[in-house]
Protein backbone atom coordinates (compact mmCIF):
# COMPACT_ATOMS: atom_id res chain seq x y z
CA UNK A 1 0.00 0.00 0.00
CA UNK A 2 1.23 3.28 -0.66
CA UNK A 3 2.71 5.62 2.52
CA UNK A 4 0.27 8.47 1.70
CA UNK A 5 -3.43 8.16 2.63
CA UNK A 6 -5.78 9.05 0.10
CA UNK A 7 -8.20 12.33 0.48
CA UNK A 8 -11.78 11.73 -0.71
CA UNK A 9 -13.51 12.26 -4.10
CA UNK A 10 -15.45 15.46 -3.61
CA UNK A 11 -19.26 15.32 -2.48
CA UNK A 12 -20.03 18.11 -3.99
CA UNK A 13 -19.01 17.08 -7.50
CA UNK A 14 -20.60 13.73 -6.87
CA UNK A 15 -24.05 15.11 -5.91
CA UNK A 16 -25.24 15.34 -9.24
CA UNK A 17 -24.87 11.59 -10.24
CA UNK A 18 -27.54 9.53 -10.99
CA UNK A 19 -27.86 6.02 -10.35
CA UNK A 20 -29.89 3.53 -12.01
CA UNK A 21 -28.78 0.38 -9.38
CA UNK A 22 -30.39 0.47 -5.70
CA UNK A 23 -28.33 2.21 -3.12
CA UNK A 24 -30.33 0.33 -0.30
CA UNK A 25 -29.67 -3.31 -1.26
CA UNK A 26 -33.49 -3.87 -2.46
CA UNK A 27 -32.29 -5.82 -5.30
CA UNK A 28 -31.32 -9.24 -5.19
CA UNK A 29 -27.62 -10.13 -5.45
CA UNK A 30 -26.66 -11.03 -9.09
CA UNK A 31 -24.84 -14.30 -8.17
CA UNK A 32 -24.61 -17.20 -10.68
CA UNK A 33 -26.06 -20.27 -9.40
CA UNK A 34 -23.43 -22.11 -11.73
CA UNK A 35 -20.47 -19.47 -12.12
CA UNK A 36 -19.77 -21.98 -15.57
CA UNK A 37 -22.49 -19.78 -16.64
CA UNK A 38 -20.23 -16.88 -16.97
CA UNK A 39 -17.19 -18.32 -18.73
CA UNK A 40 -16.59 -15.78 -21.61
CA UNK A 41 -17.68 -13.27 -20.05
CA UNK A 42 -15.78 -9.69 -19.66
CA UNK A 43 -15.04 -7.55 -16.75
CA UNK A 44 -13.16 -4.50 -15.71
CA UNK A 45 -11.14 -3.64 -12.89
CA UNK A 46 -10.07 -0.25 -11.79
CA UNK A 47 -6.94 0.04 -10.01
CA UNK A 48 -4.54 2.60 -9.03
CA UNK A 49 -0.77 2.36 -10.63
CA UNK A 50 1.63 0.17 -7.85
CA UNK A 51 5.02 -1.17 -7.96
CA UNK A 52 6.58 -3.46 -9.90
CA UNK A 53 6.10 -6.15 -7.89
CA UNK A 54 2.53 -5.72 -7.04
CA UNK A 55 2.07 -5.07 -11.00
CA UNK A 56 3.41 -8.61 -11.58
CA UNK A 57 1.49 -10.00 -8.42
CA UNK A 58 -1.73 -8.64 -9.97
CA UNK A 59 -1.29 -9.75 -13.39
CA UNK A 60 -0.78 -13.40 -11.84
CA UNK A 61 -4.01 -13.07 -9.58
CA UNK A 62 -5.93 -12.27 -12.76
CA UNK A 63 -4.69 -15.15 -15.04
CA UNK A 64 -5.27 -17.67 -12.01
CA UNK A 65 -8.36 -16.09 -12.06
CA UNK A 66 -9.60 -16.19 -15.55
CA UNK A 67 -8.24 -19.76 -15.81
CA UNK A 68 -10.37 -20.90 -12.64
CA UNK A 69 -13.65 -19.43 -14.10
CA UNK A 70 -12.97 -18.39 -17.83
CA UNK A 71 -14.18 -14.75 -16.97
CA UNK A 72 -12.26 -12.39 -18.61
CA UNK A 73 -10.18 -9.34 -16.81
CA UNK A 74 -9.56 -6.03 -18.61
CA UNK A 75 -7.16 -3.44 -16.24
CA UNK A 76 -8.17 -0.38 -15.80
CA UNK A 77 -4.93 1.59 -14.47
CA UNK A 78 -5.64 4.73 -13.13
CA UNK A 79 -2.68 7.45 -12.90
CA UNK A 80 -4.68 10.27 -10.80
CA UNK A 81 -7.22 7.69 -9.32
CA UNK A 82 -9.98 9.28 -7.69
CA UNK A 83 -9.89 12.68 -10.37
CA UNK A 84 -9.83 9.92 -12.64
CA UNK A 85 -12.16 7.72 -10.88
CA UNK A 86 -14.94 10.26 -10.65
CA UNK A 87 -14.99 11.42 -14.03
CA UNK A 88 -15.90 7.72 -15.12
CA UNK A 89 -18.55 7.36 -12.33
CA UNK A 90 -20.08 10.96 -13.55
CA UNK A 91 -19.98 10.06 -16.85
CA UNK A 92 -20.73 6.16 -16.00
CA UNK A 93 -17.63 4.57 -17.30
CA UNK A 94 -16.06 3.30 -14.35
CA UNK A 95 -14.90 -0.46 -13.80
CA UNK A 96 -17.36 -3.02 -12.35
CA UNK A 97 -14.91 -3.49 -9.66
CA UNK A 98 -12.24 -1.31 -8.48
CA UNK A 99 -10.17 -0.37 -5.46
CA UNK A 100 -11.76 1.84 -2.46
CA UNK A 101 -9.74 3.33 0.50
CA UNK A 102 -11.27 2.36 3.29
CA UNK A 103 -11.09 6.30 4.08
CA UNK A 104 -13.69 7.34 0.92
CA UNK A 105 -15.86 4.08 1.38
CA UNK A 106 -18.65 5.78 3.92
CA UNK A 107 -18.88 8.57 1.63
CA UNK A 108 -18.95 6.51 -2.11
CA UNK A 109 -21.43 4.20 -0.57
CA UNK A 110 -23.50 7.38 0.67
CA UNK A 111 -23.32 8.41 -2.72
CA UNK A 112 -24.92 4.92 -3.92
CA UNK A 113 -21.83 4.01 -6.38
CA UNK A 114 -20.84 0.66 -4.57
CA UNK A 115 -23.19 -2.02 -4.66
CA UNK A 116 -24.11 -3.80 -1.26
CA UNK A 117 -22.44 -7.28 -0.74
CA UNK A 118 -24.29 -8.51 2.21
CA UNK A 119 -26.52 -10.60 -0.21
CA UNK A 120 -23.50 -12.10 -2.35
CA UNK A 121 -21.44 -13.29 0.66
CA UNK A 122 -24.68 -15.02 2.10
CA UNK A 123 -25.62 -16.90 -1.19
CA UNK A 124 -21.46 -18.03 -1.59
CA UNK A 125 -21.22 -18.63 1.69
CA UNK A 126 -18.24 -16.92 2.34
CA UNK A 127 -16.41 -17.54 4.94
CA UNK A 128 -16.33 -13.43 6.54
CA UNK A 129 -14.70 -14.87 10.12
CA UNK A 130 -11.50 -15.58 7.98
CA UNK A 131 -10.56 -11.88 7.50
CA UNK A 132 -9.00 -9.73 9.98
CA UNK A 133 -12.18 -8.06 11.97
CA UNK A 134 -11.16 -4.64 11.73
CA UNK A 135 -10.46 -4.57 7.85
CA UNK A 136 -13.83 -5.94 7.62
CA UNK A 137 -15.34 -3.12 9.53
CA UNK A 138 -13.19 -0.57 7.49
CA UNK A 139 -15.75 -1.49 4.46
CA UNK A 140 -19.34 -1.34 7.07
CA UNK A 141 -21.69 1.69 6.50
CA UNK A 142 -25.00 1.43 8.06
CA UNK A 143 -25.05 -2.32 8.53
CA UNK A 144 -24.16 -2.59 5.38
CA UNK A 145 -20.34 -4.42 3.43
CA UNK A 146 -19.06 -2.39 1.06
CA UNK A 147 -16.46 -4.31 -0.02
CA UNK A 148 -14.00 -7.26 0.84
CA UNK A 149 -10.68 -5.92 2.14
CA UNK A 150 -7.17 -7.00 -0.59
CA UNK A 151 -4.75 -6.27 1.87
CA UNK A 152 -4.33 -3.78 4.53
CA UNK A 153 -1.25 -2.19 6.40
CA UNK A 154 -0.58 -0.77 9.99
CA UNK A 155 1.50 1.02 12.47
CA UNK A 156 4.39 -0.39 14.36
CA UNK A 157 7.68 1.06 15.74
CA UNK A 158 11.47 1.47 14.19
CA UNK A 159 14.45 1.02 16.02
CA UNK A 160 17.97 1.67 14.51
CA UNK A 161 19.38 -1.04 15.99
CA UNK A 162 23.29 0.24 16.08
CA UNK A 163 22.12 3.71 17.21
CA UNK A 164 20.20 1.83 20.50
CA UNK A 165 22.90 -0.32 20.90
CA UNK A 166 25.58 2.27 20.90
CA UNK A 167 23.40 4.63 23.34
CA UNK A 168 24.30 1.43 25.59
CA UNK A 169 20.44 0.05 25.37
CA UNK A 170 18.98 -2.90 23.81
CA UNK A 171 15.48 -2.86 21.87
CA UNK A 172 13.92 -4.81 25.09
CA UNK A 173 14.70 -1.38 27.21
CA UNK A 174 12.15 0.23 25.33
CA UNK A 175 8.96 0.48 26.81
CA UNK A 176 5.99 -1.17 25.93
CA UNK A 177 4.25 1.18 27.17
CA UNK A 178 3.22 4.42 26.06
CA UNK A 179 3.27 6.15 29.62
CA UNK A 180 6.87 5.43 30.18
CA UNK A 181 8.15 6.64 26.31
CA UNK A 182 9.28 10.07 27.45
CA UNK A 183 11.50 9.14 30.03
CA UNK A 184 13.29 6.49 28.13
CA UNK A 185 13.56 9.07 25.15
CA UNK A 186 14.86 11.38 27.49
CA UNK A 187 17.71 8.93 28.48
CA UNK A 188 18.05 8.13 24.93
CA UNK A 189 18.50 11.56 24.01
CA UNK A 190 21.76 12.93 26.21
CA UNK A 191 23.83 9.40 24.53
CA UNK A 192 23.07 9.65 21.01
CA UNK A 193 25.02 11.76 18.59
CA UNK A 194 24.80 15.57 18.21
CA UNK A 195 22.07 16.30 15.08
CA UNK A 196 19.90 12.66 16.21
CA UNK A 197 16.12 12.90 17.99
CA UNK A 198 15.14 10.00 19.51
CA UNK A 199 12.24 9.89 17.94
CA UNK A 200 10.13 11.24 15.17
CA UNK A 201 5.94 11.88 14.40
CA UNK A 202 4.12 12.28 11.23
CA UNK A 203 1.35 15.18 12.61
CA UNK A 204 -1.48 13.36 11.05
CA UNK A 205 -4.15 12.26 12.45
CA UNK A 206 -4.23 9.23 9.85
CA UNK A 207 -1.17 8.44 12.53
CA UNK A 208 -2.97 9.74 15.99
CA UNK A 209 -6.11 8.62 15.72
CA UNK A 210 -6.16 5.80 17.84
CA UNK A 211 -4.42 7.88 20.53
CA UNK A 212 -7.05 10.13 20.49
CA UNK A 213 -9.47 8.02 20.81
CA UNK A 214 -8.08 5.62 23.62
CA UNK A 215 -10.26 6.87 26.37
CA UNK A 216 -13.04 6.42 24.80
CA UNK A 217 -14.28 9.67 23.39
CA UNK A 218 -14.87 8.83 19.20
CA UNK A 219 -13.40 12.15 16.89
CA UNK A 220 -16.91 12.33 15.26
CA UNK A 221 -19.75 11.58 17.10
CA UNK A 222 -23.13 9.95 15.46
CA UNK A 223 -24.17 12.90 13.61
CA UNK A 224 -20.69 13.61 11.85
CA UNK A 225 -19.63 16.51 13.53
CA UNK A 226 -15.87 16.64 14.97
CA UNK A 227 -14.70 15.99 18.44
CA UNK A 228 -11.45 16.62 19.19
CA UNK A 229 -11.34 19.03 22.71
CA UNK A 230 -12.44 16.01 25.13
CA UNK A 231 -10.70 15.88 28.36
CA UNK A 232 -9.69 12.55 28.09
CA UNK A 233 -8.33 13.56 24.15
CA UNK A 234 -6.41 16.27 25.54
CA UNK A 235 -5.14 13.94 27.94
CA UNK A 236 -4.36 11.39 25.91
CA UNK A 237 -2.41 13.59 22.83
CA UNK A 238 -0.76 15.69 25.65
CA UNK A 239 2.48 13.94 26.06
CA UNK A 240 3.52 14.19 22.63
CA UNK A 241 3.41 17.98 22.62
CA UNK A 242 5.31 17.88 25.66
CA UNK A 243 7.52 15.59 24.12
CA UNK A 244 8.06 17.41 20.96
CA UNK A 245 8.59 20.67 23.25
CA UNK A 246 11.66 19.04 24.36
CA UNK A 247 12.75 18.09 21.69
CA UNK A 248 12.45 14.11 22.38
CA UNK A 249 10.23 13.82 19.05
CA UNK A 250 10.53 16.16 15.93
CA UNK A 251 8.17 16.05 12.38
CA UNK A 252 10.39 15.24 9.19
CA UNK A 253 10.28 18.63 8.56
CA UNK A 254 11.98 19.88 11.28
CA UNK A 255 14.54 17.27 9.88
CA UNK A 256 15.03 18.62 6.22
CA UNK A 257 12.95 15.92 4.82
CA UNK A 258 9.62 15.18 3.71
CA UNK A 259 8.43 11.90 5.61
CA UNK A 260 9.20 9.97 8.51
CA UNK A 261 10.93 6.75 7.08
CA UNK A 262 13.69 9.20 5.26
CA UNK A 263 14.61 11.21 8.57
CA UNK A 264 14.88 7.45 9.85
CA UNK A 265 16.62 5.85 7.26
CA UNK A 266 19.18 9.06 7.08
CA UNK A 267 19.98 8.26 10.86
CA UNK A 268 18.42 11.39 12.32
CA UNK A 269 15.89 9.39 14.45
CA UNK A 270 16.24 6.28 16.64
CA UNK A 271 12.99 5.69 16.54
CA UNK A 272 10.05 5.95 14.65
CA UNK A 273 6.11 5.01 14.89
CA UNK A 274 5.48 3.96 11.32
CA UNK A 275 3.23 1.52 8.36
CA UNK A 276 4.92 -1.28 7.51
CA UNK A 277 5.73 -0.38 3.95
CA UNK A 278 8.41 1.91 5.13
CA UNK A 279 10.01 -1.58 5.65
CA UNK A 280 10.96 -1.89 1.85
CA UNK A 281 11.84 1.65 1.48
CA UNK A 282 14.28 1.38 3.96
CA UNK A 283 15.75 -1.78 2.84
CA UNK A 284 15.56 -0.54 -1.01
CA UNK A 285 16.85 3.30 -0.32
CA UNK A 286 19.21 3.13 3.01
CA UNK A 287 20.26 -0.57 2.66
CA UNK A 288 22.73 0.17 5.15
CA UNK A 289 20.22 1.00 8.09
CA UNK A 290 19.88 -2.04 10.59
CA UNK A 291 16.67 -1.65 11.67
CA UNK A 292 14.64 -3.69 14.06
CA UNK A 293 10.61 -3.29 14.67
CA UNK A 294 8.22 -3.83 17.71
CA UNK A 295 4.45 -3.33 18.36
CA UNK A 296 2.92 0.60 18.86
CA UNK A 297 3.19 0.62 22.68
CA UNK A 298 0.02 0.23 24.66
CA UNK A 299 -2.18 2.98 26.13
CA UNK A 300 -2.78 2.26 29.66
CA UNK A 301 -2.07 -1.58 29.23
CA UNK A 302 -4.76 -1.33 25.75
CA UNK A 303 -3.20 -2.42 22.72
CA UNK A 304 -3.38 0.60 19.75
CA UNK A 305 -2.75 0.97 16.26
CA UNK A 306 -3.92 2.03 13.18
CA UNK A 307 -5.01 0.41 9.83
CA UNK A 308 -4.80 1.39 6.03
CA UNK A 309 -7.06 -0.62 3.98
CA UNK A 310 -8.19 -1.07 0.33
CA UNK A 311 -11.20 -3.11 -0.92
CA UNK A 312 -12.45 -4.53 -4.05
CA UNK A 313 -16.24 -3.14 -4.41
CA UNK A 314 -18.61 -3.91 -6.95
CA UNK A 315 -19.90 -0.86 -9.08
CA UNK A 316 -23.89 -0.36 -8.34
CA UNK A 317 -24.12 0.84 -11.78
CA UNK A 318 -22.41 -2.54 -13.35
CA UNK A 319 -24.03 -4.58 -16.53
CA UNK A 320 -21.96 -7.54 -15.11
CA UNK A 321 -22.09 -7.96 -11.42
CA UNK A 322 -22.35 -11.39 -11.09
CA UNK A 323 -19.04 -11.79 -12.96
CA UNK A 324 -17.86 -9.04 -10.91
CA UNK A 325 -18.70 -10.71 -7.91
CA UNK A 326 -16.65 -13.81 -9.01
CA UNK A 327 -13.62 -11.29 -9.11
CA UNK A 328 -13.81 -10.37 -6.20
CA UNK A 329 -15.20 -14.07 -4.56
CA UNK A 330 -11.89 -15.07 -6.03
CA UNK A 331 -9.25 -12.20 -5.40
CA UNK A 332 -10.34 -12.46 -1.78
CA UNK A 333 -10.21 -16.28 -1.66
CA UNK A 334 -7.29 -18.17 -0.20
CA UNK A 335 -5.76 -18.92 -3.59
CA UNK A 336 -6.26 -15.78 -4.87
CA UNK A 337 -5.18 -13.44 -1.72
CA UNK A 338 -1.69 -16.12 -1.82
CA UNK A 339 -0.65 -14.72 -5.65
CA UNK A 340 -1.26 -11.09 -4.64
CA UNK A 341 0.22 -11.08 -0.99
CA UNK A 342 3.01 -13.79 -1.79
CA UNK A 343 3.79 -11.90 -4.72
CA UNK A 344 3.33 -8.35 -3.50
CA UNK A 345 4.68 -8.62 -0.54
CA UNK A 346 1.77 -6.81 1.52
CA UNK A 347 0.14 -8.15 4.17
CA UNK A 348 -3.01 -10.48 3.21
CA UNK A 349 -6.27 -9.44 5.14
CA UNK A 350 -7.08 -13.34 5.61
CA UNK A 351 -5.47 -14.59 9.01
CA UNK A 352 -5.32 -18.45 7.01
CA UNK A 353 -2.82 -16.82 4.86
CA UNK A 354 -0.57 -15.03 7.05
CA UNK A 355 -0.52 -18.21 8.95
CA UNK A 356 0.77 -20.44 6.20
CA UNK A 357 3.28 -17.41 5.04
CA UNK A 358 4.28 -17.79 8.42
CA UNK A 359 4.34 -13.86 8.87
CA UNK A 360 3.51 -14.27 12.71
CA UNK A 361 7.19 -15.14 12.63
CA UNK A 362 8.46 -12.77 10.27
CA UNK A 363 11.51 -10.90 12.64
CA UNK A 364 10.26 -7.35 10.89
CA UNK A 365 6.42 -8.17 9.65
CA UNK A 366 5.20 -9.51 12.68
CA UNK A 367 4.11 -7.28 14.68
CA UNK A 368 2.31 -5.13 11.88
CA UNK A 369 0.60 -8.86 11.65
CA UNK A 370 -0.34 -8.85 15.24
CA UNK A 371 -1.63 -5.48 14.71
CA UNK A 372 -4.49 -6.74 12.35
CA UNK A 373 -6.39 -7.78 14.88
CA UNK A 374 -7.09 -4.73 17.09
CA UNK A 375 -6.21 -1.44 14.65
CA UNK A 376 -8.28 1.02 14.40
CA UNK A 377 -9.21 1.42 10.59
CA UNK A 378 -8.86 4.79 8.80
CA UNK A 379 -12.68 5.33 8.63
CA UNK A 380 -15.22 7.68 10.10
CA UNK A 381 -17.80 8.27 7.95
CA UNK A 382 -17.89 11.02 5.40
CA UNK A 383 -16.47 13.55 7.32
CA UNK A 384 -13.29 12.55 8.25
CA UNK A 385 -11.27 14.14 5.62
CA UNK A 386 -12.46 17.79 7.27
CA UNK A 387 -11.83 16.72 10.63
CA UNK A 388 -8.60 15.38 9.30
CA UNK A 389 -7.95 18.55 7.52
CA UNK A 390 -8.32 20.59 10.36
CA UNK A 391 -6.53 18.31 12.68
CA UNK A 392 -3.50 18.75 10.55
CA UNK A 393 -3.73 22.12 9.83
CA UNK A 394 -3.54 23.19 13.97
CA UNK A 395 -1.83 20.67 15.63
CA UNK A 396 1.37 22.12 14.80
CA UNK A 397 0.60 25.16 16.23
CA UNK A 398 0.11 23.21 20.04
CA UNK A 399 3.39 21.35 19.03
CA UNK A 400 5.19 24.75 18.70
CA UNK A 401 3.70 26.50 21.95
CA UNK A 402 1.96 28.88 19.37
CA UNK A 403 -1.25 27.63 21.50
CA UNK A 404 -2.19 24.84 23.97
CA UNK A 405 -2.71 21.90 22.80
CA UNK A 406 -6.69 22.87 24.00
CA UNK A 407 -7.47 25.92 22.23
CA UNK A 408 -5.67 24.21 18.99
CA UNK A 409 -8.22 21.43 18.91
CA UNK A 410 -11.24 23.46 19.84
CA UNK A 411 -10.15 25.83 16.75
CA UNK A 412 -10.15 22.37 14.86
CA UNK A 413 -13.29 21.29 15.78
CA UNK A 414 -14.88 24.45 15.53
CA UNK A 415 -13.45 25.11 11.90
CA UNK A 416 -13.90 21.56 10.87
CA UNK A 417 -18.02 21.34 12.14
CA UNK A 418 -18.85 24.88 10.29
CA UNK A 419 -17.57 22.79 7.13
CA UNK A 420 -19.76 19.99 8.13
CA UNK A 421 -22.51 22.10 8.82
CA UNK A 422 -21.98 24.01 5.40
CA UNK A 423 -21.71 20.62 3.63
CA UNK A 424 -25.00 18.97 5.16
CA UNK A 425 -27.43 21.75 4.32
Not at 114 to 133: R, S
Not at 296 to 302: F, M
Request: glycine fraction near 8%.
Amino acid sequence: MNKKVSKPLSIVMLSGLVFTAACGGEDEAQVASDPSELEGKEITVGTWKGTDAEVKAFDELLAAFTEETGIKVKKKVYNDYQTQLQTDLVGGTAPDVFYVDAFLAPELSKQGVLEPLDQYVEQTEKDLGDFYEPAINAFKSDDQLFGLPKDYSTLGLYYNKKLIEDAGFTADDIPTEMGQLPEFLGELQEKLPSGVTPAITTSELARHMFVLQSGGTDIVDENGMAVLSQQDQIEALQPLVDAYQDKLVQRPADLGQGWAGDSFGAEKAAIMIEGNWAISHIEQNFPNIEMGTKEVPTIDGNSGSMMFTVSYSLNSDSEEKAAGWEFINYATSKDGMKIWSEGAGVLPSLKSIAEELNLQDDELKAPFVAAGAYATPWQKGDSLSIVAREYNNLLPAALKGDMTLEEAMKKAEETANKDIETQLK
